[in-house]
């Protein structure tokens, strides 16, 4: 049978409108995935997420259950952008399936706090306990008001006998991921014993004594010290004699730098004056005078 053109159009339009139905019938709509990133952690898992999700569908955002840990940070939800600049989205949240979805996690500084311990100290306060976020860096303080009868402040450890790490004044500390507690060190303090020979003429004082703070010491005598004129009476803390006087052989408790000046005592002699055959009258009477007057 032979077939119109219009009849034959007809057909294909027919044919076409067929063929478009069944291809609109096996259509699949997108299909997305919805990815979590640890972002630097340190240990622990992300969540997994087996499947793929529908543009529109809705989901549960899912906790930290693989747990995830960053040294010296606390979990704190996850952010659609990795510096946190973007959506921050925490679990539980319904998110609607939109497209692709990277989920980052974000971590808050755990704050820790570094405090100091006098250690013996037998006055003062040490210095107040300082709040500071991991992994800040803190200049370490002077000891403030704290001191020690006879010993000097050496420092700061991380332990009581100094066996630790030692931190000096204006040292820089890294807040690590714990509490610190740093003890006050001491060191023995030494003071010298310095002799003087205060106008002397002749030969040298005894040498300078090194003594432990709080030890006794046995004070010398002149030695070769010698002043023309004049007799050692001892030791006195001023030269001009007014402070406190010491023996030699006495012994001191040393508690600060000891400076010791000779003393000096005029000597006087005897003039006597011999008549040498005179006639008559008396010779003057015998007199002591002061050496050099």
């Not at 709080?214 to 001023?238: I, V, Y």
Request: proline content about 6%.
């Amino acid at each position: 049978m032979k077939l119109s053109g219009k009849t034959r159009i007809h057909m294909l339009l027919a044919a076409a409108v067929v063929l478009l139905a069944g291809s609109c019938a096996h259509v699949i709509a997108p299909q997305y995935q919805v990815a979590y990133f640890g972002n630097d952690h340190t240990s622990g898992d992300v969540p997994a997420e087996p499947r793929t999700y529908s543009e529109g569908e809705d989901i549960i955002i899912l906790g930290n259950l693989g747990e995830l840990e960053k040294t010296g940070y606390e979990f704190d939800g996850w952010n659609t952008s990795r510096d946190g600049s973007g959506d921050q989205i925490n679990p539980g949240y319904i998110l609607t399936v939109d497209g692709e979805t990277a989920l980052y996690a974000q971590w808050t500084p755990r704050v820790y706090h570094i405090s100091f311990d006098g250690t013996e100290a037998d006055r003062g306060e040490p210095p107040e306990e300082v709040p500071l976020e991991y992994d800040a860096q803190f200049i370490l303080p002077d000891p403030g008001t704290l001191e020690r009868d006879g010993y000097a402040f050496d420092g700061w450890d991380t332990r009581p006998d100094g066996t630790g790490v030692r931190y000096f004044p204006d040292d820089p500390l890294t807040v690590p991921d714990e509490d610190v507690t740093l003890y006050a060190q001491w060191s023995v303090r030494t003071f010298r014993v310095s002799y003087h020979g205060n106008q002397e003429t002749d030969g040298d004082p005894p040498e300078q004594l090194e003594v432990t703070a709080g030890s006794e010491a046995e004070l010398k005598g002149p030695e070769t010290l010698e002043r023309t004129g004049h007799r050692f009476t001892g030791w006195n803390t001023r030269q001009d004699g007014t402070g406190e006087s010491f023996d030699p052989g006495d012994a001191v408790i040393v508690e600060e730098e000891l400076d010791l000046f000779a003393q000096w005592e005029l000597l006087q002699f005897q003039v006597a004056w011999d008549a040498a055959e005179a006639d008559r009258g008396e010779a003057p009477e015998t007199e002591k005078l002061d050496y050099g007057e």
